[in-house]
């Protein structure tokens, strides 16, 4: 079974940076098709971030489209998403997923002055 830990959360001010990793064990992760990062915020459903398949290829969210980048490292098993110009609707719980398989326990962020 696939298991997921994400670190990187915190406080960050609006327009600032931070960068989210998944730490993936229990299968390697070039063999796993597709992870994903999610976000929940209170009183919403868990909401699709950013997506990156085996091959590379990337998927955003509108919200996040331009500010936000996904990246693997297969030889580290490593999954991150960079998150740049934070803005307060930024906040929430991050969850990274491997499609499918597993989700992690997720990490918090927080977006505010």
């Known amino acids: 079974q696939v298991q997921l830990v994400e670190s990187g959360g915190g406080l960050v001010h609006p327009g600032g940076s931070l960068t989210l990793s998944c730490a993936v064990s229990?299968?390697?992760?070039?063999?796993?098709?597709?992870m994903a990062w999610h976000r929940q915020t209170p009183g919403q459903e868990r909401r699709f971030v950013a997506g990156i398949t085996d091959g590379g290829s990337t998927v955003y969210s509108p919200a996040v489209k331009e500010r936000f980048t996904i990246s693997r490292e297969d030889d580290k098993n490593m999954v991150y998403l960079r998150m740049n110009n934070l803005k307060p609707e930024d906040t929430g719980i991050y969850y990274c997923?491997?499609?499918?398989?597993?989700w992690g326990q997720g990490i918090q962020v927080t977006v505010s002055s």
């Open positions: 997923n491997a499609v499918r398989e597993s």
């Open positions: 229990g299968k390697r992760l070039r063999n796993i098709e597709s």
